[in-house]
Each structure stands twice: as structure tokens, then as C-alpha cells.
């Protein structure tokens, strides 16, 4: 059976969608949702739409960021091929954590403005009790408090039980040099 591409091509497009196009997303979200949010402060922050916009365009900028970073560890790994920090696992998985997290902040937030919008128009005369900005950054907050205690949860048990994982070779690791130094054959010898 034949290769559809070959193993260069397919080095060239994965440093290329990786390197290149990752990078440009990123600076230009970086860019344009830093712009919303300066716009959005200098503007007031003073109905719920703009909270949420502004709320938006903040965790935007924050996956975009990560995102940057995590290219960035690409870079790295290409260039810096024998340092002694293993960059994959710090851009591919310590940051996808980060930048799953705060997307689905993004999302939570999307949706709430999408519902609000849909409040607006079944409801357009009893919408001024919600839409307070008080109520609405209330909101938010939870959004976003509840989104990072789960994710961190997450997180912290899953590097938890890395650690532990690791220890318990090394001790294993240790135990089997110890015994063999000593002449044992096991523990209970």
C-alpha cells in the first residue's frame, strides 16, 4: 500500500501548520482582542452586552496568548534540539490544559451573551431586570470560577498521579539497586 504523501512532505506541512500558521492566528488574535478590550474600557463598561464582549474578547486574548506560547515551545524544539527541558511537554500538554480551560470559559461566555440576545428579542420589555451589570458580572464571574476550580481539579490529580507514577519507579528503581548491591534477591530476603 502506498503513502498518499511522503514522510518529508508530511515534515514540512507539520512544522509549517505548526511554526507558521499557529503563530500568525495567535498574534493576530493577540492583536485584535487587545484592541477590543481597550476599545470596550475607553467605551465603559456600562450594559451587559459590553461586559460580555469585553469578557469575550478577554479570554479570547488569554487562549490566544497560550496558544502563542505553545507555538512558541515548537519553535523551541526545532531549534534547541538538545536542551535538557523536554518542550513538547510543556507546549503539547502542560499548555493544552491552560488553553482547553479558558476556551471553554470563552464558550460558557458565547453562550450567555447568545442567550441574552435571545431574551432580548422573546422578551424585549423584561429584559432591563437582567440585563443589569451587576447581574451579568456576577455571572461571569461564576462562569469563570467554576470553569478554573474544574479545571485545575483536573489538572492538579492528573500531575498528581504523575508524580506519583514517577516515584514509585524511581523508589522501585533504587530498591532493585540497593538489594542487587546488598547480594538480595528480594525484599524479603
Known amino acids: 500500500m502506498s503513502q498518499v504523501i511522503s514522510d518529508d512532505v508530511a515534515i514540512y506541512l507539520h512544522i509549517s501548520l505548526n511554526v507558521v500558521v499557529r503563530s500568525v492566528i495567535s498574534v493576530a488574535g493577540v492583536v485584535t482582542n487587545l484592541i477590543n478590550m481597550i476599545i470596550f474600557s475607553k467605551l465603559g463598561l456600562k450594559d451587559s452586552m459590553s461586559?460580555?464582549?469585553?469578557?469575550?474578547?478577554?479570554?479570547?486574548?488569554?487562549?490566544?496568548?497560550?496558544?502563542?506560547a505553545?507555538?512558541?515551545?515548537?519553535v523551541m524544539d526545532l531549534l534547541c534540539v538538545n536542551a535538557g527541558v523536554?518542550?513538547?511537554?510543556?507546549?503539547?500538554?502542560?499548555?493544552?490544559?491552560a488553553i482547553s480551560g479558558v476556551y471553554q470559559i470563552s464558550c460558557w461566555i458565547t453562550a450567555m451573551i447568545?442567550?441574552?440576545?435571545?431574551?432580548?428579542?422573546?422578551?424585549?420589555?423584561?429584559?432591563?431586570?437582567?440585563?443589569?451589570?451587576?447581574?451579568?458580572?456576577?455571572?461571569?464571574s461564576q462562569v469563570i470560577s467554576d470553569s478554573c476550580m474544574i479545571y485545575i481539579n483536573i489538572f492538579v490529580n492528573v500531575v498528581v498521579r504523575s508524580i506519583i507514577?514517577?516515584?514509585?519507579?524511581?523508589?522501585?528503581?533504587?530498591?532493585?539497586?540497593?538489594?542487587?548491591?546488598l547480594g538480595l534477591k528480594d525484599s524479603m530476603s
Not at 461586559?51 to 502563542?68: E, K, Y
Not at 447568545?114 to 455571572?139: G, H, Q
Not at 514517577?166 to 528503581?173: C, D, W
Open 51 to 68: 461586559v460580555g464582549l469585553f469578557s469575550l474578547s478577554l479570554t479570547d486574548f488569554l487562549v490566544t496568548v497560550i496558544q502563542l
Open 70 to 74: 505553545s507555538a512558541v515551545t515548537f
Open 86 to 97: 523536554d518542550k513538547k511537554y510543556l507546549g503539547y500538554y502542560s499548555l493544552a490544559w
Open 114 to 140: 447568545s442567550i441574552e440576545r435571545c431574551y432580548c428579542v422573546v422578551f424585549p420589555f423584561k429584559v432591563k431586570a437582567y440585563s443589569e451589570v451587576s447581574a451579568v458580572t456576577t455571572d461571569m
Open 165 to 181: 507514577s514517577v516515584a514509585g519507579v524511581v523508589t522501585n528503581l533504587i530498591n532493585m539497586i540497593i538489594f542487587s548491591k
